[in-house]
Each structure stands twice: as C-alpha cells, then as structure tokens.
C-alpha cells in the first residue's frame, strides 16, 4: 500500500491524503463504488463494503458489504488510480496507521490492490510528497499482508526496493508490510 500515505491520513481524519472529498468530486456512488471494488477480485469486490469520506472527514459507507472486506476508492492526492480493499485485519493496520498507534498484535491482515498505486516514500508512512529530487513510487497490481513487521527480514527492506518483486513497505517502522506484485 501505499497505500498510500494520504489515504491513511485521510481515514483517520488526518491526512493519507484527502482522498475522500475530491475523489468524490464529480462522480456518482455507483462509480465511486466500481472504482473501489476494481481493487479487488470481482467475487470479494461484489459483497465489500464500500466507504469514502466526506469533506468532514467523517467516513461515509456506500455499500454494505458481507464478506468482511472494505474497499476505499482512489486516493486523488496520488498521481495513479489507487483503490485499495482490505480485510479485517488490514482494515485494524489501517485504522491504526491513521491514528498513528501501533497496529494491533497478533492480528494479520491481507489487502489487494488490483489497480496498482502510487507512495510518495519508501521510508517515511506519512510522507505525502516524495522527498526533494525523487519521484513517487509506482506499483503495478499487488496484494498486501500487513502486521507482520517483525516477520520481514528474508525480504528486500531498502529505500528503493526493486517493486517487480516482494517488498518490504515502510520497513522498520510499525507499518511495514509485504508488498507482492501479482503482474
Ligand atoms: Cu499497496
């Protein structure tokens, strides 16, 4: 994920990046709701449920879901389309990030992020920009297993890690996660 930053920041009121209120800017919950659930598989996408956030910040759910996974659509503060879905587990990892405290322990989560996405950083979760001189990080289509920091260490941790192959996110802080391209 990057998820990107901003989409965190957002959801926890805070900042990864304001992808509610522009992303909804201009477009129905019909297609705010294809655009979420093209993060995952059609079959989990289907019964997700869907949530944006308004211009309070406050989450707004745009379908219901039963399957236990939440899908958020594009982060518009990032240059890429970037809907993400993520269980329940990821959704805790997520909540967590936003209110930057430590992700619950002993609960893995597992995301999708079919469309691809774009992180501003490889080091710092809450960068928004990249840092002077870089450019954003892009992914292709990926999955995520997230809340498994300090289960990492067989995998590539550095500042520009090759994004072809697993991958640590954010390594050494609270919020790495195993980033697996899937194309
Ligand atoms: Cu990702």
Redesign the pocket.
Known sequence: ???TSRRFALIAGLALASIGPALAAGMTDAEVISNATSAAPAAVGKNATVVTFDDQMQMKTLQQGSNGFTCMPDNPASPTNDP?CVDAGGMAWLTAYNEKKDPPAGQVGF?Y?LQG?SAADNVDPYATEPPAGQEWMV?GP?V?IFNVADMLGGYPQGEHPDHTQPYVMWPNTPYAHL?MPVQ
Request: charged share 20%.
């Open positions: 994920m990057s998820l993400i995301g992020m996405e992914d990926h995520m980033m």
